[in-house]
């Protein structure tokens, strides 16, 4: 009976922090679906931490007493978790739901290369053979990205492999072209969705954590606000000090030509969701091949950005 009650109550501690955005979900990206890594190559296997340990780390991070080259990263995770949420953490871990191998070697560090995702889809072979425009003919199983008759309805879905490297473990992406949004080389398991209250890719990309953990830092321009300053003034709408119009008509912004940018000392929240410019990337055979060149997609600019320099290139 004493038995029952105490699992009834782990139950209903962990469930109540799941309701709350607090479970080992978003830690696996990291320390792996079974606590069985070290994360980054850094941190210690919390498979092998006993549960007064993990709470002690955790509790640490939170308060700043505990912590090496993970301590910056770890702190933003923890910092809104309650001496119950780390307990459930804990006991989550340690409770039967994290088991793992006996012995498992950490993810080898990343290596200092970048890999160009679009090799084999502009292979030259590949694409004189799907020029269809020196074709004679061109057969109808060509012509659409199906690959196969327009009347077999038998067409099956291209599943990609999403089954990257633990974050810290995989070499970067080439970008597509100059200035190009970076793609997410290693696994997101747990790191996403991205939500008001929990963005978990700020732990290790922010400028002051990035380098400690060998994170592409948040560049500059993600700490501006490039948004024209809007108010209602006299039933008027004005825009960087100038009246567009609002009665009846929105009136003409087209002479607006760029808004003034403000510099922050925070993350400007039009950039707080992540995944809407940076996605991860699935090992799939693309239907067709890839035609377009960079133009002046230098090896610093495969790696690199200058965004916030040329924010007002072509517009002044």
Known sequence: ?????????????????????????????????????????????????????????????????????????????????????????????????????????????????????????????????????????????????????????DVKPNNGKFDRPAPGAAPKFERAYVNAPPMIPHSVDGLLPITKDNNQCLGCHMPDVAKGVGATPIPPSHFTNYRPETVLKDGELVKEGKKVGLKGDIGNVGDIKLAKAKKLNHLYQGRFNCSQCHAPQANIDTAVGNTFKPDGLTDEFKTHSNLVDMMNDGVE
Do not use: W
């Not at 990206?29 to 340990?53: L, P, Q």
């Not at 301590?71 to 994290?98: H, P, T, Y």
């Not at 799907?130 to 009347?151: A, C």
């Open 1 to 153: 009976m004493i038995k029952a009650i105490k699992v009834m109550t782990l139950s209903s501690l962990l469930a109540a922090s799941a309701l709350y955005g607090v479970s080992t979900a978003a830690c696996t990206g990291c320390h792996g679906a079974n606590f069985e890594k070290s994360a980054m190559g850094k941190s210690k296997v919390v498979k092998d931490m006993s549960k007064e340990e993990i709470v002690k780390a955790l509790k640490g991070y939170k308060d700043g007493s505990y912590g090496g080259a993970m301590k910056g990263l770890m702190k933003g995770q923890v910092a809104s978790l309650s001496d119950a949420d780390i307990d459930a953490i804990a006991s989550s871990i340690k409770g039967g739901d994290a088991k793992a191998p006996a012995k498992t070697e950490a993810p080898a560090k990343a290596e200092a290369k970048v890999v160009d995702i679009n090799a084999k889809v502009a292979d030259k072979a590949r694409l004189e053979k799907e020029d269809l425009g020196n074709k004679k003919e061109v057969d109808e199983t060509v012509l659409g990205l199906r690959k196969t008759s327009l009347f077999n309805e």
